[in-house]
């Protein structure tokens, strides 16, 4: 029992990032609101861009793990915005309160021991919360690179 409960803290540390790369609450407080729609140095994407993909790629395994009814987006279209920035500041902060309330509600989503680690979470599947929030990691990981890359273009970071 004591192991699980190692692993399932070891998994949300990973959801909160920082273990082995920057987390991307360091990033957030980098980028200003005026740079967040360029796509420097003909990248094919803005930094608002990835960080909204990597927040609808989560909620998306949010609710796969978590509704009582869910329903499949289609890929690519929902999960990119149509824009490469956002409109106002206040919809960048809404964007940005909903990555963070959907990372702790997939923390504790995970860290609730009722919630099998090995079990598949919707019938039908073998998809395990396990998969579900390594995959999450993975994909976060994945990106949070491409938004350093970012913000290094933009000359915002040096390290």
């Avoid at 979470?121 to 395990?128: D, I, K, L």
Wanted: glycine share 4%.
């Amino acid at each position: 029992m004591a192991e699980t409960v190692e692993i399932r803290n070891q998994l949300a540390r990973h959801l909160k990032g920082g273990e082995a790369f920057m987390p991307v609450d360091e990033m957030l407080k980098e980028i200003k609101f005026e740079k967040l729609g360029e796509r420097p140095n003909n990248l094919p994407y803005s930094f608002y861009e990835l960080f909204y993909h990597i927040w609808f790629a989560q909620n998306d395994i949010l609710n796969y793990c978590t509704a009582k009814v869910y329903e499949e987006h289609e890929w690519p279209k929902n999960y990119w915005p149509e824009n490469p920035a956002p409109d106002t500041e206040a919809e960048w902060h809404e964007l940005q309160q909903s990555y963070f309330d959907d990372r702790q509600n997939l923390c504790d989503f995970l860290l609730n021991p009722e919630n099998d680690l090995m079990k598949p979470v919707r019938p039908g599947t073998n998809h395990s919360l396990l998969r579900e929030i390594l995959i999450v990691i993975e994909h976060s990981a994945y990106h949070n690179g491409q938004l350093l890359i970012i913000l290094r273009h933009l000359g915002l970071h040096s390290v």
